[in-house]
Protein backbone atom coordinates (compact mmCIF):
# COMPACT_ATOMS: atom_id res chain seq x y z
CA UNK A 1 0.00 0.00 0.00
CA UNK A 2 2.78 2.36 0.79
CA UNK A 3 4.60 2.26 -2.53
CA UNK A 4 1.37 4.52 -3.97
CA UNK A 5 2.91 7.00 -1.92
CA UNK A 6 6.38 6.85 -3.60
CA UNK A 7 4.18 7.05 -6.88
CA UNK A 8 2.00 9.58 -5.97
CA UNK A 9 5.61 11.83 -4.54
CA UNK A 10 7.09 11.34 -8.00
CA UNK A 11 3.98 12.17 -10.07
CA UNK A 12 3.90 15.34 -8.21
CA UNK A 13 7.56 16.32 -8.82
CA UNK A 14 7.31 15.64 -12.03
CA UNK A 15 4.16 17.92 -12.49
CA UNK A 16 6.96 20.57 -11.84
CA UNK A 17 9.23 19.07 -13.99
CA UNK A 18 11.52 18.54 -11.18
CA UNK A 19 12.78 14.63 -12.54
CA UNK A 20 15.65 14.34 -10.51
CA UNK A 21 13.12 14.47 -7.51
CA UNK A 22 10.79 12.26 -9.20
CA UNK A 23 13.11 9.75 -9.92
CA UNK A 24 14.92 9.63 -6.32
CA UNK A 25 11.65 9.28 -5.01
CA UNK A 26 10.93 6.52 -7.08
CA UNK A 27 14.70 4.55 -6.19
CA UNK A 28 13.60 4.90 -2.67
CA UNK A 29 10.47 3.18 -3.08
CA UNK A 30 12.31 0.12 -5.13
CA UNK A 31 14.14 0.30 -1.52
CA UNK A 32 11.15 -0.67 -0.06
CA UNK A 33 9.29 -2.19 -2.46
CA UNK A 34 11.40 -4.09 -5.19
CA UNK A 35 8.86 -6.55 -6.11
CA UNK A 36 6.53 -3.40 -7.38
CA UNK A 37 6.60 -3.35 -10.77
CA UNK A 38 4.33 -0.35 -11.12
CA UNK A 39 7.34 1.39 -9.02
CA UNK A 40 9.84 -0.25 -11.61
CA UNK A 41 8.15 1.29 -14.95
CA UNK A 42 6.91 4.42 -13.40
CA UNK A 43 10.77 4.63 -12.71
CA UNK A 44 12.01 3.73 -16.23
CA UNK A 45 9.62 6.16 -17.82
CA UNK A 46 11.02 9.18 -15.69
CA UNK A 47 14.54 7.80 -16.39
CA UNK A 48 13.45 8.14 -20.23
CA UNK A 49 12.22 11.27 -19.55
CA UNK A 50 15.12 12.78 -18.17
CA UNK A 51 17.21 10.86 -21.10
CA UNK A 52 18.78 8.29 -18.97
CA UNK A 53 17.97 5.59 -20.89
CA UNK A 54 21.01 3.37 -19.53
CA UNK A 55 19.84 3.27 -15.90
CA UNK A 56 16.28 2.35 -17.51
CA UNK A 57 17.85 -0.11 -19.18
CA UNK A 58 19.60 -1.59 -15.88
CA UNK A 59 16.79 -1.48 -14.07
CA UNK A 60 14.51 -3.07 -16.77
CA UNK A 61 17.09 -5.97 -16.23
CA UNK A 62 17.68 -6.08 -12.40
CA UNK A 63 13.27 -6.17 -11.74
CA UNK A 64 11.26 -6.99 -14.42
CA UNK A 65 10.36 -10.27 -13.37
CA UNK A 66 8.55 -11.31 -16.84
CA UNK A 67 10.02 -9.77 -20.32
CA UNK A 68 8.24 -12.16 -22.11
CA UNK A 69 4.85 -10.17 -21.28
CA UNK A 70 3.98 -8.22 -24.32
CA UNK A 71 3.48 -4.80 -21.76
CA UNK A 72 7.26 -5.39 -20.84
CA UNK A 73 8.43 -5.63 -24.28
CA UNK A 74 6.83 -2.55 -25.50
CA UNK A 75 8.57 -1.04 -22.85
CA UNK A 76 11.77 -2.08 -23.80
CA UNK A 77 11.55 -1.18 -27.59
CA UNK A 78 10.54 2.23 -25.92
CA UNK A 79 13.99 2.04 -24.06
CA UNK A 80 15.91 1.10 -26.84
CA UNK A 81 14.08 4.25 -28.93
CA UNK A 82 15.61 6.97 -26.55
CA UNK A 83 18.75 4.99 -26.89
CA UNK A 84 19.57 4.05 -30.18
CA UNK A 85 17.13 4.99 -32.55
CA UNK A 86 13.21 5.98 -34.17
CA UNK A 87 14.49 3.54 -36.59
CA UNK A 88 15.08 0.61 -34.30
CA UNK A 89 12.57 1.28 -32.19
CA UNK A 90 10.04 1.00 -35.49
CA UNK A 91 11.89 -2.87 -36.09
CA UNK A 92 11.44 -3.44 -32.60
CA UNK A 93 7.33 -2.51 -32.76
CA UNK A 94 7.47 -4.18 -36.53
CA UNK A 95 8.89 -7.59 -34.74
CA UNK A 96 6.25 -6.85 -31.82
CA UNK A 97 3.83 -6.76 -34.27
CA UNK A 98 4.78 -9.77 -36.86
CA UNK A 99 4.68 -11.75 -33.25
CA UNK A 100 1.29 -10.69 -31.31
CA UNK A 101 -0.68 -9.39 -34.91
CA UNK A 102 -3.61 -9.73 -32.61
CA UNK A 103 -2.46 -8.21 -29.86
CA UNK A 104 -4.41 -4.29 -29.76
CA UNK A 105 -1.72 -2.51 -27.59
CA UNK A 106 1.30 -3.63 -29.96
CA UNK A 107 -1.09 -2.44 -33.06
CA UNK A 108 -1.87 0.77 -31.79
CA UNK A 109 1.54 1.49 -30.72
CA UNK A 110 3.42 0.56 -34.09
CA UNK A 111 1.23 2.32 -35.98
CA UNK A 112 1.17 5.31 -33.81
CA UNK A 113 4.50 5.17 -33.57
CA UNK A 114 4.82 4.98 -37.72
CA UNK A 115 2.12 7.78 -38.32
CA UNK A 116 4.07 9.96 -35.37
CA UNK A 117 7.35 9.21 -36.57
CA UNK A 118 6.84 9.55 -40.29
CA UNK A 119 5.28 12.55 -39.63
CA UNK A 120 8.24 14.40 -37.58
CA UNK A 121 10.65 13.26 -40.32
CA UNK A 122 8.89 14.96 -43.12
Same mark, same amino acid.
Given at each position: M????????????????????A???? *???L????S????V??? !? +??? &?? @????????????????N?????N????????Q????? *?????????????Y??? !? +??? &?? @???????L?????
Open positions: WNWYYLGLSIVYGTLRKWKDIYAL *QQGIHFPKENLKQL !I +SQL &LQ @YNEPDEALSIYQQYIVPENIAQLLLARIYVKESN *QYYLEQLEMLYKKPDD !I +SVA &LT @YANALITTMEDG
